[in-house]
């Protein structure tokens, strides 16, 4: 079944950290550039980072450059999401999603225009983080 699944979501303390966790499986995963989406309570779609099928060329949003890490094991089908630092405006609902390319800047509009996500494939079903003390 060509599926991904989110976890490590979960309710955390300002301050704390998280590691989102993104399992892939029915199809290559290391054939795929990935990205995070998160979509805040009441808030549209917001990507927040993505990286090559080989685990190059990784970005970020502004608003979580220098807290968001982003990794992949292919070898594992995983894709990472290292988040630190957690403020109340990072709650949200944390998508995986696989784009179908091995580099998404073949699209000129990605990462940074919505009109990217038609290149989104594929998405999970979200894992929730709550940041609240």
């Known amino acids: 079944q060509v599926q991904l699944v989110e976890s490590g979501g979960g309710l955390v303390q300002p301050g704390g950290s998280l590691r989102l966790s993104c399992a892939a499986s029915g199809f290559t995963f290391s054939n795929y550039a990935m990205m995070w989406v998160r979509q805040a309570p009441g808030k549209g779609l917001e990507w927040v980072s993505v990286i090559n099928s080989d685990g190059g060329r990784p970005s970020y949003a502004d608003s979580v450059e220098g807290q968001f890490t982003i990794s992949r094991d292919n070898a594992k089908n995983m894709l990472y999401l290292q988040i630190h630092s957690l403020r109340p405006a990072d709650t949200a609902l944390y998508y995986c999603?696989?784009?179908?390319?091995?580099?998404?800047?073949?699209?000129?509009?990605?990462?940074?225009?919505?009109?990217?996500?038609?290149?989104?494939?594929?998405w999970g079903q979200g894992t929730l983080v709550i940041v609240s003390s």
């Open positions: 999603a696989k784009f179908s390319t091995h580099d998404l800047y073949d699209y000129p509009e990605c990462p940074s225009l919505p009109s990217c996500y038609r290149h989104l494939g594929l």
